[in-house]
């Protein structure tokens, strides 16, 4: 059987399809053009940081493949005015329907409800949806190098920029952060390191620091998944890890802006 990946990566490929059918290039260039002004995502996090606390960014994510639902009462609009007014410098949204039941209109309004910057959370392959992701307002995109060649992530990581908007490139292994670094991409790079592995699932926190001693010195680097207690928390910090991407220990809380702000205390 083809890994989950693989398979969501077919899915994509019949989204822009349709994608491609309902616009031209040059329409949603106009929609990107007219879009909602960028918000400093790279910028936020680098605050929080210089600043002395965590920088997290606080994920809005209804179910997922591993977990199934994970909140079943789900206003993005609410969860993100619990993540601002606990201390998120971020959000991260998903909008993959099919896997995640994430939805592009769920960025939208998300990012209506609050002041912070937000990253559009899915699986780009193709440059209309990193223009996709500008026109609804994203600020930030995420690559995730095991589904892209080195000559797509330098495109689609130039792209985003050249639309003003921060790019969260993502490994889980060796191999990728070869493959990123030799990618030359212009830094200094946000790293985010996911601790899933999103072939098996397995969730291990020492993905990150096993990782880390081979980071370039001005690399930024995010801790992705996992993170689960205040000790997770401590354990990276310690280790001069400061930037994370939380969500389902989040989710699953009744109030998930009081459940980020016990998490970093
Ligand atoms: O819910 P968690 O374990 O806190 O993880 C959040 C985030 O890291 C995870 O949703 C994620 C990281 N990279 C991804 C790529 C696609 C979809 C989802 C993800």
Redesign the pocket.
């Known amino acids: 059987m083809a890994d989950i990946l693989e398979r969501i990566v077919e899915v994509k490929r019949d989204e822009i399809r349709a994608l491609k059918s309902r616009y031209s290039l040059s329409a949603l260039e106009e929609l990107a053009g007219a879009a909602d002004r960028v918000r400093g995502f790279q910028a936020s996090l680098r605050s929080a940081v210089a600043a002395g606390r965590a920088g997290v960014i606080a994920?809005i994510?209804k179910a997922?493949p591993s977990k199934g639902v994970?909140r079943a009462d789900f206003d993005p609009a609410w969860i993100a005015g619990e993540y601002a007014a606990h201390g998120a410098a971020c959000l991260?949204v998903?909008t993959?329907e099919r896997f995640?039941q994430g939805h592009n209109d769920y960025l939208v309004a998300a990012r209506k409800a609050v002041a912070l910057p937000a990253i559009r959370?899915?699986?780009l392959v193709d440059p209309l949806q990193v223009i996709e992701a500008r026109a609804i307002g994203a600020d930030c995109v995420?690559l995730?190098a095991a589904c892209l060649s080195v000559g797509q992530l330098r495109e689609l990581y130039g792209l985003a920029q050249s639309l003003g908007m921060d790019v969260l490139v993502?490994i889980h292994d060796g191999m990728e952060l070869e493959q990123v670094l030799s990618a030359q991409l212009a830094g200094p790079l946000l790293l985010?390191i996911?601790?899933?592995n999103?072939r098996t699932f397995e969730?291990r926190l020492d993905t990150t620091l096993d990782l880390l001693p081979r980071l370039p010195k001005d690399c930024e680097v995010v801790t992705?998944?996992?993170?689960?207690a205040p000790a997770d928390v401590k354990r990276m910090r310690d280790a001069d890890v400061h930037r994370f991407?939380?969500?389902?220990?989040?989710?699953r809380q009744p109030s998930p802006g009081q459940a980020l702000a016990k998490l970093v205390a």
């Open positions: 994920e994510k997922s994970i991260s998903l993959d995640f959370k899915d699986f995420l995730i993502e985010g996911n601790n899933r999103l969730t992705e998944s996992g993170i689960a991407l939380i969500g389902e220990s989040l989710m």
